[in-house]
Protein backbone atom coordinates (compact mmCIF):
# COMPACT_ATOMS: atom_id res chain seq x y z
CA UNK A 1 0.00 0.00 0.00
CA UNK A 2 1.91 3.14 -0.92
CA UNK A 3 1.31 6.39 1.07
CA UNK A 4 0.23 9.19 -0.85
CA UNK A 5 2.25 12.21 -0.05
CA UNK A 6 0.79 14.95 -1.18
CA UNK A 7 3.07 17.75 -1.73
CA UNK A 8 1.51 21.46 -0.82
CA UNK A 9 2.21 23.62 -3.79
CA UNK A 10 4.70 26.82 -3.09
CA UNK A 11 3.63 30.27 -3.06
CA UNK A 12 4.50 31.23 -6.49
CA UNK A 13 6.67 33.61 -7.68
CA UNK A 14 4.10 35.73 -8.94
CA UNK A 15 2.37 36.03 -5.59
CA UNK A 16 5.68 36.53 -4.17
CA UNK A 17 6.68 39.35 -6.52
CA UNK A 18 2.69 41.28 -5.87
CA UNK A 19 3.09 40.81 -1.83
CA UNK A 20 6.40 42.56 -1.66
CA UNK A 21 5.40 45.97 -2.56
CA UNK A 22 2.55 45.76 -0.52
CA UNK A 23 4.49 45.23 2.72
CA UNK A 24 7.10 47.82 1.75
CA UNK A 25 4.05 50.37 1.71
CA UNK A 26 2.62 49.07 4.94
CA UNK A 27 5.86 49.77 6.74
CA UNK A 28 6.42 52.72 5.01
CA UNK A 29 2.82 54.30 6.29
CA UNK A 30 3.32 52.94 9.65
CA UNK A 31 6.65 54.46 10.47
CA UNK A 32 5.46 57.77 8.84
CA UNK A 33 2.27 57.54 11.18
CA UNK A 34 4.64 56.76 14.11
CA UNK A 35 7.00 59.80 13.23
CA UNK A 36 3.71 62.28 13.37
CA UNK A 37 3.17 60.97 16.56
CA UNK A 38 5.73 61.58 18.00
CA UNK A 39 6.68 65.10 15.94
CA UNK A 40 2.95 65.80 17.32
CA UNK A 41 3.87 64.96 20.89
CA UNK A 42 7.08 66.60 20.89
CA UNK A 43 6.12 69.91 19.00
CA UNK A 44 2.80 70.48 20.08
CA UNK A 45 2.29 71.79 24.13
CA UNK A 46 -0.90 70.60 26.03
CA UNK A 47 -3.94 73.08 26.94
CA UNK A 48 -2.17 73.68 30.48
CA UNK A 49 0.62 74.85 29.49
CA UNK A 50 -0.76 77.14 26.62
CA UNK A 51 -3.36 78.67 29.68
CA UNK A 52 0.47 79.49 31.85
CA UNK A 53 1.79 80.87 28.86
CA UNK A 54 -0.97 84.04 29.26
CA UNK A 55 -3.77 82.34 27.99
CA UNK A 56 -6.50 83.59 30.09
CA UNK A 57 -7.25 86.53 27.61
CA UNK A 58 -10.75 85.60 27.68
CA UNK A 59 -11.29 86.99 31.13
CA UNK A 60 -9.65 90.37 30.54
CA UNK A 61 -7.57 92.67 28.24
CA UNK A 62 -6.34 95.76 27.96
CA UNK A 63 -7.41 98.59 25.71
CA UNK A 64 -4.96 101.23 24.46
CA UNK A 65 -5.12 103.59 27.93
CA UNK A 66 -4.22 100.61 29.91
CA UNK A 67 -7.42 100.34 31.36
CA UNK A 68 -8.22 96.73 31.83
CA UNK A 69 -11.76 95.74 30.07
CA UNK A 70 -13.70 92.36 30.93
CA UNK A 71 -16.01 90.96 28.97
CA UNK A 72 -20.06 90.95 29.30
CA UNK A 73 -21.96 88.59 26.88
CA UNK A 74 -25.18 90.73 25.44
CA UNK A 75 -27.15 88.71 23.28
CA UNK A 76 -27.48 85.54 20.84
CA UNK A 77 -30.21 85.48 18.96
CA UNK A 78 -31.41 84.54 15.68
CA UNK A 79 -32.51 87.85 12.92
CA UNK A 80 -32.84 87.68 9.69
CA UNK A 81 -32.18 89.52 6.77
CA UNK A 82 -34.30 90.40 2.76
CA UNK A 83 -32.30 93.32 1.88
CA UNK A 84 -29.94 91.66 -0.53
CA UNK A 85 -33.41 90.07 -2.17
CA UNK A 86 -32.85 86.40 -0.39
CA UNK A 87 -33.74 85.44 2.95
CA UNK A 88 -31.32 85.48 5.49
CA UNK A 89 -30.94 83.77 8.54
CA UNK A 90 -28.21 85.03 10.83
CA UNK A 91 -27.01 83.14 14.19
CA UNK A 92 -25.61 85.70 16.46
CA UNK A 93 -23.64 86.54 19.37
CA UNK A 94 -22.48 89.82 20.83
CA UNK A 95 -20.48 90.33 23.95
CA UNK A 96 -19.49 93.91 24.80
CA UNK A 97 -15.94 94.79 26.65
CA UNK A 98 -16.27 97.02 29.28
CA UNK A 99 -13.92 98.47 32.19
CA UNK A 100 -13.13 96.12 35.24
CA UNK A 101 -15.06 99.02 37.47
CA UNK A 102 -17.96 99.09 35.43
CA UNK A 103 -18.69 95.20 35.03
CA UNK A 104 -21.21 94.99 38.03
CA UNK A 105 -22.84 97.90 36.87
CA UNK A 106 -22.75 96.16 32.87
CA UNK A 107 -24.18 93.15 33.77
CA UNK A 108 -27.13 94.43 35.80
CA UNK A 109 -27.80 96.76 32.64
CA UNK A 110 -27.54 93.35 30.68
CA UNK A 111 -29.77 91.32 33.19
CA UNK A 112 -32.37 94.04 33.52
CA UNK A 113 -32.62 94.81 29.87
CA UNK A 114 -31.85 91.40 27.74
CA UNK A 115 -35.44 91.79 25.60
CA UNK A 116 -34.64 95.45 24.38
CA UNK A 117 -30.89 94.37 23.87
CA UNK A 118 -31.85 91.13 21.80
CA UNK A 119 -34.57 93.63 19.88
CA UNK A 120 -31.76 95.92 19.37
CA UNK A 121 -29.51 93.73 17.74
CA UNK A 122 -32.82 92.43 15.34
CA UNK A 123 -33.22 95.54 14.19
CA UNK A 124 -29.66 96.73 13.20
CA UNK A 125 -28.79 92.81 11.58
CA UNK A 126 -32.23 93.44 9.72
CA UNK A 127 -31.51 96.87 8.55
CA UNK A 128 -27.41 95.98 7.47
CA UNK A 129 -27.00 95.95 4.01
CA UNK A 130 -25.49 93.23 2.30
CA UNK A 131 -22.27 94.09 1.63
CA UNK A 132 -21.39 94.96 5.27
CA UNK A 133 -21.84 91.29 6.13
CA UNK A 134 -18.83 90.61 4.04
CA UNK A 135 -16.45 93.09 5.36
CA UNK A 136 -13.57 91.02 7.73
CA UNK A 137 -13.80 92.82 10.81
CA UNK A 138 -17.91 93.23 10.74
CA UNK A 139 -17.11 97.14 11.38
CA UNK A 140 -19.72 99.12 10.49
CA UNK A 141 -22.22 96.60 11.98
CA UNK A 142 -19.75 96.98 15.17
CA UNK A 143 -20.41 100.48 15.13
CA UNK A 144 -23.93 100.35 14.64
CA UNK A 145 -24.42 97.67 17.95
CA UNK A 146 -22.25 100.01 19.97
CA UNK A 147 -24.52 102.81 19.35
CA UNK A 148 -27.78 101.23 19.48
CA UNK A 149 -27.01 99.61 22.58
CA UNK A 150 -25.19 102.60 24.04
CA UNK A 151 -28.63 104.12 23.67
CA UNK A 152 -30.57 101.30 25.09
CA UNK A 153 -28.28 101.26 28.24
CA UNK A 154 -28.44 104.90 28.31
CA UNK A 155 -24.95 105.12 28.88
CA UNK A 156 -22.64 106.18 25.15
CA UNK A 157 -19.21 105.29 27.45
CA UNK A 158 -20.14 102.13 29.48
CA UNK A 159 -19.28 100.07 26.30
CA UNK A 160 -15.45 100.27 25.13
CA UNK A 161 -15.30 97.66 22.52
CA UNK A 162 -17.75 95.17 20.67
CA UNK A 163 -16.90 91.33 20.04
CA UNK A 164 -18.94 89.27 17.78
CA UNK A 165 -17.50 85.90 18.68
CA UNK A 166 -20.03 84.13 16.69
CA UNK A 167 -22.00 85.19 13.38
CA UNK A 168 -23.30 82.24 10.93
CA UNK A 169 -25.64 82.83 8.11
CA UNK A 170 -27.66 79.96 6.56
CA UNK A 171 -30.15 80.45 3.16
CA UNK A 172 -33.64 79.62 2.47
CA UNK A 173 -34.20 75.84 3.46
CA UNK A 174 -30.73 75.28 5.58
Not at 77 to 105: M, Q, W, Y
Not at 122 to 144: L, M, Q
Amino acid sequence: MPQDTEVQPEASPRRRRRAVPILIVALLMGAEGVGIFVAANVLGSDPESAMADGGDVDAAAVNGSGEVLTEVEVAECRPSNRLSGKFVTFHIRVTALVASADLERAQRLVRAKRAQLEDGVNTVIRSTAPKHFDEPGYDTIKRRLKSELGRIFGDEELIKELVIPQMHQSGPGV
